[in-house]
C-alpha cells in the first residue's frame, strides 16, 4: 500500500514542492497536501498519476548517459582517415553525414570485412553499413538500451540534428545507477 509519507518522501527525493506536484497531476496543492498528510483516500487513478510523475522524473534520459560532441565522417572520406579516427579516438563506429543527414554507419567490422590491398583509399560509401538508429534526446535510456541488443550504437537527435550517441560502453558506466 502507498501510504503519504511515501509519497511525501519521493516527492522531496525529486525535488518538487507540492505545488508543482498538483500542477503535474492536475489537482490542488491542498489536495496533495491532504494526501501527504493522510488526512484523504485518494482515488486509485489519482495516486497513479502521482507516482507516474514522481516515477518518471527519477528515470535517466538518453542525454544523461549520451556522450557529446559525436564524431562523424563524410561518404567520400578515405578508409585511411575512417581508421585513423577510430583508433585515436577509440572508438568502434562513426555515423556517416551528408548535407546534415546520416545516410550510414561505418564500423570497424566494416573496415575488417572489406580488407584488401587498396581499402585505405576507398571511400567510406564503398563500405559503410545501414545508419544507427536514432532517438530523441529526451527518451527514456530503456529505449536505448532495447536498440543496444541489436545495434552497436544509438544516435541521438534534438531537432533533427545529432547531438550524442550511445554505445554499450555508455550504457555500462550507469551499471552503478537505476535505469
Known sequence: MIRGSTIRRLRVE????????????GVSQAHIAKIENEKVDPRLSTVNKILEVLVEGR??????????????????????YVSDLMVRHAISQLPVIDGGRVIGTVTEEDIVKNLSPTIADENVERIMGPPLPSVAEDADTSVAR???EKYP???????GKVVGIITRSDLLKTVSEPI
Not at 525529486?14 to 497531476?25: I, K, P, Y
Not at 550504437?153 to 531537432?159: A, I
Request: glycine share 6%; net charge positive.
Open 59 to 80: 528515470r535517466m534520459k538518453c542525454r544523461d548517459i549520451m556522450t557529446k560532441g559525436v564524431i562523424s565522417v563524410k561518404p567520400e572520406d578515405k578508409v585511411h
Open 14 to 25: 525529486a525535488g518538487l514542492t507540492q505545488s508543482q506536484l498538483a500542477e503535474m497531476v
Open 146 to 148: 532495447s536498440l543496444l
Open 153 to 159: 550504437g544509438v544516435l541521438v537527435v534534438k531537432d
